[in-house]
C-alpha cells in the first residue's frame, strides 16, 4: 500500500529503520508498562498541548476526520465548526485538557459527558446513508488520525520518532479510547497493526466529502474574526488573505499521497517544502517563554471579549487601538472590499437588531442558512459544556431546547420542509417568545443556581458568562434573580435585545 506520508518525509513508521528521538530530550523514559500511559504526568500526548506545531497537525487529523463518510455527513449535518471556529477550538482544548489532566474524576466526567454528546448525533446524510458518531469504528478513526498526524508532525519537523517511542506513544492514544468505554479490538492492539489498518482506511473509506471541503477552501477563505479582533474587519481579512492559502496548501500536501489523487486535491508547485518549512518555522515557537504559548492562554485570548471584565481585556482594547491605526493604514496602501453592512444598529447592549442578522449570527449555530434541531442543540451543548453540567440537568436542558423546537416548527416552518429560513423566521418573529423559550430559561436558571438558593451569585454568573454582572442584571445584593435572568434571556433569544453576557455566549464566532 501507498505511505501514508509524503514520499519525501522519510521511512515509513513500521520499517523498523532507526530513527531519533524526537520530543523535549533525547531518551525520554515512557511510563511503566502496569501503568496507564496516556495519564502519566511525563505522557509525551501532554507535550502536545503547548506544542505550536500540533496546531497544524489536529488541522491535518480533522481534515481526515471529514473524509470519513460518517463523520463528514455528522459534521455538516450538527457541526458549529464553520460558524463559531474559535468557540469549537476553545471547547476542544478545554476537554482534551480534562481528559488529559491529573484529575481522574474529572477524565471520567468528561469521558461520559462526550458519550453522552456524541449518543446524540446520528441521522441519515444527503445519500441517506446512516452515520453514528457512537459507531466503534468511527471513533477508532477519530483517534487513528490523531495519532498518525501527530507522527507526522514529528516528521516533518525533521525531529522523526524511534520504534520505541511511537510505541509509547501509540499506547497512550490507546488508553485514551478506552477511557471512552469502548472495547479493545477497534484500534489494532500493536503498532505493527496499525499501520496496515490506517492505510486501509486511508484506501477504501475516505472520500472526497463535503466537510473536507469545506474545511480546506470555504473555512479558510471566510473564517470569521476572533473576538479579540472584531471591528477590525481590514486588519483581519488582510492577514485571512494572505494565511488562508498557506494553511490549505500546507495541509493539502501533508496528506497521504494516494488520498489527494484520488480525491482529485490539488498540490501546488513547491507545497511539500513549503509545508516542512512550516512545522520546522513553527516549531522554533516552542523556544519563547513558557507563558507566551500556553495553549489555554493563546485559545482564551482569542475568545475575549473586549467588553469582559477580564484584566486581560484593558491590553486588548490597548491593542486593538493600535491595529485600528494600522488598519487605516493598509485601507490607504491596498483597499480591500468593504465588508457587508450589518442590519443591525449599533454593538451596544440594549440596541435593537435586525431579524436576519439576528436569525445568521445567534439561531443558525451550523451556518447552513436553516434554523433547524441541530441548531439548537448545538446552543444546549454549548450552555452545558459551559455549566459543566452532568445528569439529569444536562438532559433537561436538551428537552427544553427539543420542546422550543417543536413549538418554533409548529409556528415559523410553513413550507412543512422541517426547518425554518430566515425569510420565514422574520415573518414571524413576535412567535420566538412562547411558553416553550420561557422553560428553556427556567432550566438554564436552575443548572446555573448550583445552590439551590433561587438566585445567581457572582461565581454561579460567571461560570456561565465568564464575566461579571453587567449593571443592567444584577439585582441589588449583587445577585440576580431569576425574574431578571428569564426576562434578558427572552430579550436576548427573541432578538429583540442586544446583550453583552448573551453575545458573547451564543452568537460569537
Same mark, same amino acid.
Request: hydrophobic letters at 40%; charged letters at 25%; glycine letters at 8%.
Given at each position: 500500500?501507498?505511505?501514508?506520508?509524503?514520499?519525501?518525509?522519510?521511512?515509513?513508521?513500521?520499517? +523498523?529503520?532507526?530513527?531519533?528521538?524526537?520530543?523535549?530530550? =533525547?531518551?525520554?523514559?515512557?511510563?511503566?508498562?502496569?501503568?496507564?500511559?496516556?495519564?502519566?504526568?511525563?505522557?509525551?500526548?501532554?507535550?502536545?498541548?503547548?506544542?505550536?506545531?500540533?496546531?497544524?497537525?489536529?488541522?491535518?487529523?480533522?481534515?481526515?476526520?471529514?473524509?470519513?463518510?460518517?463523520?463528514?455527513?455528522?459534521?455538516?449535518?450538527?457541526?458549529?465548526?464553520?460558524?463559531?471556529?474559535?468557540?469549537?477550538?476553545?471547547?476542544?482544548?478545554?476537554?482534551?485538557?480534562?481528559?488529559?489532566?491529573?484529575?481522574? @474524576?474529572?477524565?471520567?466526567?468528561?469521558?461520559?459527558?462526550?458519550?453522552?454528546?456524541?449518543?446524540?448525533?446520528?441521522?441519515?446524510? #444527503?445519500?441517506?446513508?446512516?452515520?453514528?458518531?457512537? !459507531?466503534?469504528?468511527?471513533? #477508532?478513526?477519530?483517534?487513528?488520525?490523531?495519532?498518525?498526524?501527530?507522527?507526522?508532525?514529528?516528521?516533518?519537523?525533521?525531529?522523526?520518532?524511534?520504534?520505541?517511542?511511537?510505541?509509547?506513544?501509540?499506547?497512550?492514544?490507546?488508553?485514551?479510547?478506552?477511557?471512552?468505554?469502548?472495547?479493545?479490538?477497534?484500534? =489494532?492492539?500493536?503498532?505493527? @497493526?496499525?499501520?496496515?489498518?490506517?492505510?486501509?482506511?486511508?484506501?477504501?473509506?475516505?472520500?472526497?466529502?463535503?466537510?473536507?471541503?469545506?474545511?480546506?477552501?470555504?473555512?479558510?477563505?471566510?473564517?470569521?474574526?476572533?473576538? /479579540?479582533?472584531?471591528?477590525?474587519?481590514?486588519?483581519?481579512?488582510?492577514?485571512?488573505?494572505?494565511?488562508?492559502?498557506?494553511?490549505?496548501? /500546507?495541509?493539502?500536501?501533508?496528506?497521504?499521497?494516494?488520498?489527494?489523487?484520488?480525491?482529485?486535491?490539488?498540490?501546488?508547485?513547491?507545497?511539500?517544502?513549503?509545508?516542512?518549512?512550516?512545522?520546522?518555522?513553527?516549531?522554533?515557537?516552542?523556544?519563547?517563554?513558557?507563558?507566551?504559548?500556553? *495553549?489555554?492562554?493563546?485559545?482564551?485570548?482569542?475568545?475575549?471579549?473586549?467588553?469582559?471584565?477580564?484584566?486581560?481585556?484593558?491590553?486588548?482594547?490597548?491593542?486593538?487601538?493600535?491595529?485600528?491605526?494600522?488598519?487605516?493604514?493598509?485601507?490607504?496602501?491596498?483597499?480591500?472590499?468593504?465588508?457587508?453592512?450589518?442590519?443591525?444598529?449599533?454593538?451596544?447592549?440594549?440596541?435593537?437588531?435586525?431579524?436576519?442578522?439576528?436569525?445568521?449570527?445567534?439561531?443558525?449555530?451550523?451556518?447552513?442558512?436553516?434554523?433547524?434541531?441541530?441548531?439548537?442543540?448545538?446552543?444546549?451543548?454549548?450552555?452545558?459544556?459551559?455549566?459543566?453540567?452532568?445528569? %439529569?440537568?444536562?438532559?433537561?436542558?436538551?428537552?427544553?431546547?427539543?420542546?422550543?423546537?417543536?413549538?418554533?416548527?409548529?409556528?415559523? !416552518?410553513?413550507?412543512?420542509?422541517?426547518?425554518?429560513?430566515?425569510?420565514?423566521?422574520? *415573518?414571524?418573529?413576535?412567535?420566538? *417568545? +412562547?411558553? #416553550?423559550?420561557?422553560?428553556?430559561?427556567?432550566?438554564?436558571?436552575?443548572?446555573? !443556581?448550583?445552590?439551590?438558593?433561587?438566585?445567581?451569585?457572582? !461565581?454561579?454568573?460567571?461560570?456561565?458568562?465568564?464575566?461579571?454582572?453587567?449593571?443592567?442584571?444584577?439585582?441589588?445584593?449583587?445577585?440576580?434573580?431569576?425574574? *431578571?435572568? /428569564?426576562?434578558?434571556?427572552?430579550?436576548?433569544?427573541?432578538?429583540?435585545?442586544?446583550?453583552?453576557?448573551?453575545? %458573547?455566549?451564543?452568537?460569537?464566532?
Amino acid at each position: 500500500m501507498t505511505s501514508s506520508v509524503p514520499s519525501d518525509s522519510g521511512p515509513h513508521p513500521d520499517s +523498523g529503520e532507526p530513527e531519533a528521538t524526537a520530543g523535549h530530550g =533525547p531518551g525520554q523514559p515512557l511510563p511503566p508498562a502496569d501503568a496507564d500511559p496516556a495519564f502519566d504526568p511525563g505522557a509525551r500526548f501532554r507535550q502536545f498541548f503547548n506544542d505550536p506545531r500540533w496546531a497544524l497537525a489536529m488541522l491535518r487529523a480533522t481534515v481526515l476526520e471529514a473524509a470519513h463518510p460518517q463523520i463528514g455527513a455528522a459534521l455538516i449535518d450538527s457541526s458549529t465548526f464553520v460558524a463559531h471556529p474559535w468557540r469549537r477550538l476553545r471547547n476542544t482544548l478545554l476537554s482534551m485538557q480534562r481528559m488529559f489532566g491529573a484529575d481522574d @474524576e474529572v477524565r471520567q466526567r468528561e469521558a461520559a459527558r462526550l458519550n453522552r454528546m456524541h449518543a446524540r448525533l446520528s441521522g441519515t446524510d #444527503a445519500r441517506d446513508q446512516p452515520y453514528d458518531a457512537m !459507531d466503534p469504528q468511527v471513533r #477508532a478513526w477519530v483517534v487513528a488520525t490523531m495519532y498518525e498526524s501527530a507522527v507526522t508532525m514529528y516528521r516533518l519537523s525533521g525531529q522523526p520518532l524511534d520504534q520505541s517511542t511511537m510505541e509509547g506513544l501509540y499506547a497512550e492514544f490507546q488508553a485514551f479510547l478506552a477511557v471512552l468505554g469502548d472495547q479493545a479490538g477497534h484500534l =489494532p492492539p500493536t503498532l505493527q @497493526e496499525f499501520w496496515p489498518y490506517y492505510d486501509r482506511v486511508v484506501e477504501e473509506e475516505l472520500e472526497n466529502t463535503e466537510a473536507l471541503r469545506i474545511i480546506l477552501y470555504k473555512l479558510f477563505d471566510h473564517l470569521p474574526a476572533p473576538a /479579540v479582533l472584531e471591528g477590525l474587519p481590514t486588519v483581519w481579512a488582510a492577514g485571512r488573505a494572505l494565511a488562508g492559502p498557506v494553511l490549505g496548501a /500546507v495541509t493539502v500536501a501533508s496528506l497521504p499521497e494516494s488520498f489527494r489523487r484520488r480525491a482529485g486535491l490539488p498540490e501546488l508547485p513547491g507545497a511539500r517544502t513549503l509545508t516542512q518549512s512550516a512545522y520546522l518555522a513553527i516549531g522554533l515557537a516552542r523556544f519563547l517563554p513558557d507563558d507566551w504559548i500556553q *495553549a489555554e492562554a493563546v485559545a482564551g485570548l482569542l475568545t475575549l471579549s473586549p467588553d469582559s471584565d477580564d484584566p486581560r481585556a484593558r491590553t486588548v482594547t490597548a491593542v486593538r487601538d493600535g491595529i485600528k491605526r494600522a488598519g487605516a493604514l493598509i485601507r490607504l496602501i491596498t483597499p480591500l472590499p468593504a465588508e457587508p453592512p450589518s442590519t443591525g444598529s449599533t454593538d451596544s447592549a440594549g440596541s435593537r437588531r435586525g431579524a436576519e442578522e439576528f436569525f445568521h449570527a445567534v439561531l443558525d449555530q451550523t451556518g447552513d442558512g436553516y434554523l433547524t434541531w441541530p441548531d439548537l442543540a448545538a446552543m444546549a451543548r454549548e450552555l452545558s459544556g459551559r455549566l459543566d453540567l452532568d445528569e %439529569p440537568e444536562e438532559t433537561r436542558l436538551y428537552n427544553a431546547y427539543a420542546d422550543w423546537w417543536k413549538e418554533l416548527q409548529t409556528a415559523l !416552518d410553513s413550507d412543512g420542509d422541517g426547518r425554518v429560513s430566515a425569510e420565514e423566521y422574520a *415573518a414571524a418573529v413576535p412567535t420566538l *417568545a +412562547g411558553p #416553550a423559550l420561557i422553560r428553556v430559561a427556567d432550566v438554564l436558571f436552575d443548572a446555573t !443556581d448550583t445552590d439551590g438558593d433561587q438566585s445567581i451569585d457572582a !461565581d454561579e454568573y460567571r461560570a456561565l458568562f465568564r464575566t461579571g454582572f453587567g449593571r443592567d442584571l444584577a439585582d441589588t445584593g449583587g445577585t440576580c434573580s431569576r425574574s *431578571a435572568f /428569564v426576562k434578558d434571556f427572552l430579550s436576548f433569544m427573541s432578538g429583540r435585545e442586544r446583550s453583552k453576557a448573551y453575545d %458573547p455566549l451564543l452568537a460569537q464566532a
